[in-house]
């Protein structure tokens, strides 16, 4: 029995060893094949210098560790199973990090980055000139991929001359100003660091230049130094010059002054864009006058103007600011042709530069009017006027406001024929340049004419009788109207008046009545208004009439340029349009028609008629008066009223007609549907003008 249990218990003892040694070789066996694994690293981005971990599983199994560039690293400041960390060196690289084991090499997912603070320490030398080596030392610089000058002035890496972690070297920029430098890793969001203090570049230096005066269009010397750096010239008025050389010694440029160059400081400018001042301003040359020949002068004749310089001249000016013609022109000697308009004063030279250069007063040649013979005639005959210099007369005017027809004419006579409605009294004569020299004693004009007194009607309106007052009135065979038009109907004829129908073509505005007798003597009787008003023949046509007939005023727009009127005395009827500005300046809107309830005209413009009764009692006081319809979504100009000069009024109501196929700018066919919109604008052209005398009435259409 004790031997049994004895076998027994060594048999137990030899199978538990066993199971031990079986036991344990199969662990070593597992540990030896359980793959390495990384789960994770960092931080990234790292600080070169500082530690970094490592973790998974069977990371002891790690032999050594790669970091870019081939930087193998066998020492750890702590190595396990499942961590290591080790120091990161300072010559690493950003890139992937690479796990040396027994089972193959582990690389990372993802780079290792660094955390690189770059920063300047300072750079040399402190003044630089474009093309020298500039030195920028600091720490992390290798990553750099610019260096920024003053002034947003970049230099890529490609173009550095050397670029290490601690140093920079780049050429200075022909661009480059005095200023901060900057370096930036060109990142999408970039890291820039700036200097602390300011890089100091060479400018061009300007001492003097010579000579002062200078002529335009001739050279001048600019001194100085550093003229490499120059890249343009700019004289006063802003005249940029890019045209010039510099010796080789760069301390002299040689540049032709602008002929329109004006005095002022001239300015170098480097490649920089900073500009560098003259010392002194640049004064120009400017034309002598030494004499004007022959003095006094004729008008078209030809001036002689000598001096220096007179090559600069641009233009010659003559009293009354008349420009004179030159023909010939060297530096000493100008011909100018004298401008039949111009009158006696000095004369004036311009320049290019702005400046002007003015002779002793030129005196005009005036005509001198002797006599004349006979000296007494019938109108359409002739006389002759003798003189001096009356080649210069243009123009002869006799008593009553009318002009004779110059026949033959030299420097000492003129034949002129007297003009129908010449009265006696002095005759004038008006020269080239308006200059008026009157006759030494009257003039008689033989006629046996009636003599008239006056006119029974304020106007002479078409259709109606004109009454003619005055005596030995039956000596009236035939009457005139202006443009030509014959009076064919009369009333009564008697020696004291005669009635005669105003034709209803006559010209609509002022002018004077021909009147022929029965032994063919003619005769002018004094101005009278032709013209009335129309009747407002098409009611349905009607723009505006002020009375809200068939248009709301609601739309209206007077602006305190006009108003509404009603005045019994004043209107034709119902309401008007007066004006109430004594002083309108540029373009007014002085009315305004809602369009939705404009006549509704369909039709070519070359059928219709524009038409306004208007009434002016006070002068507009300007010559150039405009008024503007706004017809069919176009503005046309339709002038001043036609009927009217600057000092005159009408007497009282008359209609301006207005012929729309004279308008180019209106299309074809005028038609007021819904996306017109019509009014009146009315200007000034000369100053301001009074419009309180001005009253309109019935705007309409009419059919020719």
Not at 243 to 256: G, H, Y
Not at 446 to 472: C, D, M, R, V, W
Not at 548 to 571: C, Q
Not at 660 to 668: E, H, N, T, Y
Request: charged share 20%; glycine share 8%; aromatic share 8%.
């Amino acid at each position: 029995m004790k031997r049994n249990r004895f076998l027994f218990i060594f048999r137990m003892l030899v199978i538990i060893l066993m199971t031990g040694s079986i036991l344990a070789s199969c662990n070593k066996d597992d540990k030896d094949s359980a793959p390495v694994v990384l789960n994770s690293f960092g931080p990234s981005p790292a600080l070169r210098g500082t530690e970094i971990r490592f973790i998974g599983q069977n990371l002891d199994k790690v032999t050594a560790i790669v970091l870019p560039q081939n930087i193998e690293i066998t020492e750890f400041t702590m190595f396990g199973n499942d961590e290591i960390r080790l120091i990161v060196p300072q010559d690493a690289e950003p890139g992937y990090a690479v796990l040396k084991t027994p089972q193959g090499d582990i690389t990372t997912k993802t780079e290792l980055g660094y955390s690189e603070p770059i920063s300047i320490e300072g750079f040399t030398p402190n003044s630089v000139k474009a093309g020298d080596t500039l030195t920028i030392k600091g720490d992390y610089l290798a990553q750099i991929k610019q260096v920024i000058f003053a002034n947003n002035v970049p230099v890529d890496s490609v173009a550095f001359k050397s670029l290490s972690r601690y140093e920079i070297k780049v050429l200075v920029p022909i661009e480059a100003q005095t200023g901060k430098v900057a370096v930036s890793n060109g990142a999408e969001s970039p890291i820039v660091v700036y200097t602390e203090s300011d890089l100091k570049v060479t400018l061009p230096e300007f001492t003097g230049m010579t000579p002062n005066p200078a002529k335009p269009g001739t050279a001048i010397t600019i001194s100085g130094k550093n003229f490499d750096l120059v890249k343009s010239i700019i004289f006063n008025e802003n005249l940029t010059v890019t045209d010039f050389t510099s010796d080789v010694t760069k301390t002299a440029i040689t540049v032709d002054v602008p002929a329109n160059a004006k005095d002022g400081t001239v300015k170098l400018v480097a490649f920089s864009g900073v500009e560098v001042a003259s010392p002194a301003e640049l004064t120009l040359v400017m034309p002598v006058i030494t004499k004007i020949d022959p003095n006094p002068v004729k008008n078209g004749a030809t001036l002689t103007i000598t001096g220096t310089d007179l090559d600069l001249v641009t233009s010659v000016t003559f009293g009354g600011d008349k420009a004179g013609t030159v023909t010939s022109a060297t530096e000493t000697e100008l011909q100018v042709t004298v401008p039949d308009d111009a009158i006696t004063g000095i004369v004036t030279l311009a320049t290019q530069s702005g400046k002007d250069v003015t002779s002793e007063e030129l005196t005009l040649v005036d005509p001198v009017f002797t006599s004349f013979a006979p000296d007494q005639a019938k109108a359409n005959t002739d006389i002759t006027i003798t003189g001096t210099d009356l080649d210069l007369v243009t123009t002869v005017n006799f008593t009553g406001r009318v002009s004779g027809t110059i026949g033959s004419q030299s420097e000492t006579s003129l034949v002129v024929t007297i003009p129908v409605g010449a009265q006696t009294g002095p005759i004038t004569l008006v020269a080239k340049n308006g200059t008026e020299v009157t006759s030494p004693s009257d003039f008689t004009v033989l006629t046996n004419l009636p003599t008239f007194s006056s006119y029974t009607e304020a106007k002479a309106t078409p259709g109606q009788i004109l009454t003619i007052n005055g005596t030995n009135m039956d000596l009236i065979k035939e009457l005139i109207f202006p443009d030509n038009v014959v009076a064919t109907a009369y009333g009564i004829k008697t020696d004291t008046k005669v009635e005669v129908y105003v034709p209803l073509d006559a010209a609509i505005g002022y002018g004077q009545i021909k009147m022929i007798t029965y032994e063919g003597e003619e005769g002018l009787l004094p101005e009278i208004f032709i013209g009335g008003v129309d009747p407002v023949v098409e009611p349905s046509l009607v723009i505006n009439d002020f009375d809200e007939t068939g248009h709301d005023l609601s739309w209206d727009n007077w602006g305190g340029t006009v108003e509404l009127g009603s005045d019994p005395a004043i209107a034709i009827s119902g309401n008007y349009m007066h004006g109430i500005a004594d002083a309108l300046t540029g373009w007014a809107w002085i009315w305004g028609c809602n369009h939705t309830q404009l006549p509704k005209v369909e039709a070519t413009k070359a059928d219709y008629l524009l038409k306004m009764d208007v009434n002016l009692n006070k002068p507009f006081g300007t010559t150039n008066v405009h008024f503007q319809m706004e017809m069919a979504g176009n503005r046309i100009d339709l002038g001043g009223f036609g009927i009217v000069a600057a000092d005159e009024t009408t007497p009282g109501w008359i209609t301006v007609t207005y012929d729309l196929s004279q308008f180019a700018d209106l299309p074809d066919v005028i038609s007021g549907d819904d996306t017109l919109e019509w009014g009146m604008n009315f200007n000034y052209a000369d100053g301001s003008v009074d419009i309180n005398g001005l009253y309109i009435d019935n705007i309409r259409f009419e059919h020719k």
